[in-house]
């Protein structure tokens, strides 16, 4: 008989094959009524996987008494601090799938910065709805020469920073604090670099300091010719502040990459012409999803055996 688990939302199809080939997996997301599934799973069920992004709760853990193992597909962002503390006095482990994301995050994020300067999802649309034939598209805009201020410069930032040099951009960067190894200009003050700039990029984490970091104040001085780009976490730029500057003109575009509550995307982005939307997919490479695929298996695969998983991550901070 196979072991069983609880997979609490859906994952990335083939590894969801997989778990399926090795084990009985009862779907939560699928349920009529998620908390009678739980009921009935509970005296059988010793691990649950969830993405680290949709994490899990202390209702998961209350509701699976037997249970000794979460194994999280990407690293468990998605979980609160309480939580994680939870699961360690319960004894219960979790588990990530340690990767390097850093290049392939920088790829998306550089990458909105051209489309929304170039307008090329515009241009896909114009062609796409026949428009040329009456004339010629808005042209979009040269990067050769224009700053890019980056809000962030860890390692994803520093790798946005060299694709944006390579175009022809000057970088300047705005953070608790200045960095001694990089050349490029640093700002304390996140308003008077985006007057400065011609697009801003945000790539830090989601802290209550950066909750709304990216105000009305911000984009104001980022001004009318300047466009915005959002690859860290929704809530880090002011979303009604978002959709006024853009509606009012007050900038020129966006591109946004997550949303405040995703995958809710407000109304009036998905009307706006100058705004470039992507499904939160800054590490969504099929060599990303196959790796924590097979490290997701490996750490369920030594649970069941009884052996120590193979990536624990801490849950006492």
């Known amino acids: 008989m196979k072991p069983e688990i609880l997979l609490l939302v859906p994952l990335y199809a083939p590894t969801l094959a997989a778990l399926e080939r090795e084990y009985t997996v009862h779907k939560l997301w699928a349920a009529t009524d998620p908390d009678a599934l739980m009921k009935e799973v509970a005296n059988r069920v010793t691990a649950a996987a969830t993405t680290g992004l949709a994490g899990f709760t202390r209702r998961h853990l209350d509701a699976l008494p037997k249970l000794k193992l979460i194994a999280c597909f990407g690293n468990p962002h998605g979980v609160s601090a309480g939580d994680k503390a939870a699961a360690a006095a319960r004894g219960v482990a979790v588990t990530n799938t340690p990767d390097t994301i850093t290049t392939i995050v920088a790829d998306l994020a550089f990458a909105l910065v051209i489309t929304a300067m170039r307008r090329i999802v515009e241009g896909d649309r114009f062609v796409r709805s026949g428009k040329w034939a009456a004339g010629p598209p808005v042209p979009g805009r040269d990067l050769a020469g224009k700053t890019c201020g980056i809000i962030g410069l860890g390692a994803i930032g520093r790798e946005i920073a060299r ?32 007057r400065l700039c011609d697009c801003l990029v945000a790539m830090c984490p989601l802290t209550p300091q950066t909750l709304g970091l990216v105000n009305a104040r911000v984009l104001d001085a980022l001004g009318p010719e300047g466009y915005m780009i959002n690859v860290a976490r929704g809530p880090v730029v002011d979303q009604q502040a978002l959709i006024a500057a853009l509606k009012e003109k007050r900038i020129a575009g966006a591109a946004l990459d997550v949303f405040w509550d995703e995958p809710d995307v407000p109304a009036e982005l998905l009307a706006m012409e100058n705004v470039v939307m992507t499904p939160h997919i800054g590490s969504t490479t099929r060599e990303i999803r196959e790796e924590r695929g097979r490290k997701m298996l490996a750490n369920l695969k030594a649970h069941f055996a009884g052996q120590p998983v193979l990536n624990p991550v801490a849950t006492d901070r």
Not at 166 to 185: H, I, Q, S
């Open 163 to 194: 694709r944006a040099e390579v175009f022809g951009m000057t970088v300047r960067y705005c953070g608790p604090r200045a960095k001694a190894d990089v050349p490029y200009p640093y700002h304390a003050d996140l308003v008077e670099m985006a």
